[in-house]
């Protein structure tokens, strides 16, 4: 029996390539003779770099850059012939910032920018950006201040960093230094800028703004994104309603104003590793994430895994840290299956410290229930 293992990150605890190899171990304890390949992948999130790295190779190339506090760090991005693969998460992302201290309202995507300009100056002529599990509010602000057209008030002053001074914007600072680059919005998100549907109001709150906050921060990117209109040559009209204007904290419009185009972050990744013809080869799909709930049924991982594997007439098994999806809207999804860490450690503090074992060890419960061999 061949086994195909492609799981995105397990939020907090295993990156998709620990969480493939851990699947892959647990099945290889229960059913040694099953064939198991990984693909451990990404929609554009936190591990897109490592995933097309691990299946197509290419050169990290390192970035004195800044997080999103200003702080200096060090990051990379990928150079694979004449695309850039940068990820938002390295430079901008929850991670980055205790929860405790986060606050959209002043963290920044300069550092993304950093890494855009270098990879300008590297000579990709295509640059692919994954916008997920940003920390930033900002509008892509931060980013556009360090390709030297930051935002500035009505005497021509430069803006402070984050998403709050946005009200106070008036205008550019100069036209962004990108030489006709193609970018590239890997993201799942499909959300408008502004409104009760845009990244204020949606993913605000987990980045730590309160309701008041929520409110300045959406006046803030409704202004920016009328500054963005006048101010950038070709910039679409009705920019902020775009899909996708608001994804990582409205980093989306910026990248949209500057003539890029959005791409759903796993059909991008399905693309490029070749992965629908590694399904045409499997008898079983196994996928999973931290949560698997109704956010994972709308253009994330484990929805394009489950597509895929109906394409190819193969089942499809999630292994998530919890499940939150009842069994009719996973089936009517294509998945035939979903079982959870936290069902198998027994609580949810075992699966979060020990999500490697646990893993394994559901893993190989699922290879004996599923193995044919």
Same mark, same amino acid.
Request: net charge negative.
């Given at each position: 029996?061949?086994?195909?293992?492609?799981?995105?990150?397990?939020?907090?605890?295993? =990156?998709?390539?620990?969480?493939?190899?851990?699947?892959?171990?647990?099945?290889?304890?229960?059913?040694?003779?099953?064939?198991?390949?990984?693909?451990?992948?990404? %929609?554009?999130?936190?591990?897109?770099?490592?995933?097309?790295?691990?299946?197509?190779?290419?050169?990290?190339?390192? @970035?004195?850059?800044?997080?999103?506090?200003?702080?200096?760090?060090?990051? =990379?991005?990928?150079?694979?012939?004449?695309?850039?693969?940068?990820?938002?998460?390295?430079?901008?992302?929850?991670?980055?910032?205790?929860?405790?201290?986060?606050?959209?309202?002043?963290?920044?995507?300069?550092?993304?920018?950093?890494?855009?300009?270098? &990879?300008?100056? /590297?000579?990709?002529?295509?640059? @692919?950006?994954?916008?997920?599990?940003?920390?930033?509010?900002?509008?892509?602000?931060?980013?556009?201040?360090?390709?030297?057209?930051?935002?500035?008030?009505?005497?021509?002053?430069?803006?402070?960093?984050?998403?709050?001074?946005?009200?106070?914007?008036?205008?550019?600072?100069?036209?962004?230094?990108?030489?006709?680059?193609?970018?590239?919005?890997?993201? %799942?998100?499909?959300?408008?800028?502004?409104? +009760?549907?845009?990244?204020?109001?949606?993913?605000?709150?987990?980045?730590?703004?309160?309701?008041? %906050?929520?409110?300045?921060?959406?006046?803030?990117?409704?202004?920016?994104?009328?500054?963005?209109?006048?101010?950038?040559?070709?910039?679409?009209?009705?920019?902020?309603?775009?899909?996708?204007?608001?994804?990582?904290?409205?980093?989306? @419009?910026?990248?949209?104003?500057?003539?890029?185009?959005?791409?759903?972050?796993?059909?991008?990744?399905?693309?490029?590793?070749?992965? %629908?013809? &590694?399904?045409?080869?499997?008898?079983? @799909?196994?996928?999973?994430?931290?949560?698997?709930?109704?956010? /994972?049924?709308?253009?994330?991982?484990?929805?394009?895994?489950?597509?895929?594997? =109906?394409?190819?007439?193969?089942?499809?098994?999630?292994?998530?840290?919890?499940?939150?999806?009842?069994?009719?809207?996973?089936?009517?999804?294509?998945?035939?299956?979903?079982?959870?860490?936290?069902?198998?450690?027994?609580?949810?503090?075992?699966?979060?410290?020990?999500?490697?074992?646990?893993? +394994?060890?559901?893993?190989?419960?699922?290879?004996?229930?599923? =193995?044919?061999?």
């Amino acid at each position: 029996m061949r086994v195909l293992v492609a799981p995105d990150s397990f939020g907090g605890t295993l =990156s998709a390539e620990q969480a493939a190899a851990a699947i892959a171990t647990g099945w290889a304890r229960q059913a040694p003779h099953d064939t198991v390949v990984t693909r451990p992948l990404s %929609d554009g999130g936190p591990g897109l770099v490592e995933v097309i790295r691990a299946t197509l190779g290419g050169e990290l190339v390192p @970035v004195k850059a800044r997080g999103p506090r200003m702080e200096p760090l060090e990051a =990379s991005f990928l150079l694979l012939d004449d695309v850039a693969y940068l990820e938002c998460a390295t430079v901008a992302g929850l991670q980055l910032v205790p929860a405790a201290e986060r606050d959209p309202k002043v963290t920044t995507t300069y550092g993304l920018g950093l890494l855009l300009a270098a &990879a300008v100056e /590297s000579g990709a002529r295509t640059a @692919v950006i994954g916008l997920g599990g940003s920390v930033t509010n900002d509008g892509g602000a931060g980013l556009l201040a360090a390709l030297g057209a930051g935002p500035v008030g009505v005497s021509g002053t430069a803006l402070p960093p984050g998403g709050a001074a946005l009200r106070a914007c008036e205008g550019l600072a100069g036209v962004p230094a990108l030489r006709g680059i193609e970018i590239v919005a890997a993201t %799942d998100v499909d959300n408008p800028l502004t409104g +009760i549907h845009g990244a204020s109001a949606i993913y605000g709150p987990q980045k730590g703004a309160s309701d008041n %906050d929520v409110q300045i921060l959406d006046a803030a990117l409704e202004q920016w994104a009328r500054v963005l209109e006048r101010g950038l040559p070709g910039c679409p009209a009705g920019v902020g309603d775009l899909p996708g204007a608001g994804a990582a904290g409205g980093l989306g @419009v910026a990248l949209l104003a500057l003539g890029g185009r959005r791409e759903a972050g796993i059909a991008l990744v399905r693309r490029l590793i070749g992965f %629908d013809s &590694a399904v045409a080869e499997a008898d079983l @799909v196994i996928t999973g994430e931290g949560s698997f709930d109704y956010q /994972s049924l709308r253009g994330k991982v484990v929805a394009g895994v489950a597509a895929a594997a =109906s394409e190819q007439g193969a089942p499809c098994v999630v292994l998530a840290g919890r499940v939150a999806v009842g069994r009719q809207e996973a089936a009517a999804a294509h998945i035939d299956e979903a079982r959870s860490l936290v069902e198998q450690a027994g609580s949810v503090e075992v699966a979060m410290n020990d999500a490697e074992n646990v893993l +394994i060890e559901l893993a190989a419960r699922t290879a004996k229930d599923w =193995s044919r061999s």
